[in-house]
């Protein structure tokens, strides 16, 4: 008989000891079902954990072969842990997935489903927001529609990390050396055979998001930097228009000075001008600013992560 293919299941954790139990059993009964038909490999992040998650995750590591655990260094954010993970991952096809079971595991198996039948991605987009605020719901619906204006390659709207993706897709995304990662952004660049099914997303099992709207904004930048440069040619379109603009007025100014004389009153609308060409100046360098600084952090060249240990059986097994 031809040997299972193995799955691999990458979840970052930070700080996330009150979830693993309930995660790692539910998961359990996924499986159980599954194995029959595939091997199964847990792969856990631990992204700087500072509470009892990595004593938790030994525990488990020690008594079953099929869990691994990467620690790394420090909080490297979910991104880095994410990518940590799906680099050590051995599988044939590779999930990742949260630990606060946001991200439920019976989905797995109409993955599986798609994979067989030669889906290279199969995406995982939930059907609803209804367990987020008003707020998230929102700005959320704001980025995706943005994003996918400026950006060459559309993301689809809600769906985050969770989905599978064949092991050439893993390979793709392996090749690609950037270091500010937005893996929703790469898993979708790469192409290849796209499938989506949807579910319905569970509230938190426990604990709290890590994200508060500061992190989102900054994730939301580094998404629309790292994807596409519109936000940089824009610039080159404003300033033409404002050009245009400024020369057909000065030509005005300079004929109805010349005609009528000289008119000191005018106080308002230079400051005015002078108000908005300073904004939209600043405005312009801060963004030639973000893609500096991107710029600058790709050259240094520091790895993404730095991985402290990594425990794992010799034989993945189920
Ligand atoms: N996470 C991580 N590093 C971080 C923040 C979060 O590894 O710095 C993990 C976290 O433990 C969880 C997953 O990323 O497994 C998703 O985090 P969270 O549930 O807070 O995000 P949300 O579901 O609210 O988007
Ligand atoms: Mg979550």
Redesign the pocket.
Known sequence: MAKKNLVSLV????N?MNAIDLFIEKLHAVIAVLKQKYRFELVF?N?GSTDATERLIMGYARKLPWISLINLSR?F??EA?LSAGIKHAKGDAVIPM???L?DPPEVIEQMLIHWQSGAKIVNACRASRDQDSRLKRISAAAFYKIFNLLADRPIPSGV?DFRLLDREVVNAILTIGERSRFNKGLFSWVGFETVEISYERPA?SSGE???SYWKLWKLACDGIFASTTMPLRIWTYIGLIMTLVSIMYSGFLFFRTLIFGVDVPGYTSTVILILIFGGMNMFALGIIGEYVGRIYIEVRKRPLYIVRSVYQHSETET
């Open positions: 979840v970052p954790v930070h996330e992040v992204d909080n954010g979910k842990a949260d630990v606060d946001q985050g938190r998001t890590h994200w």
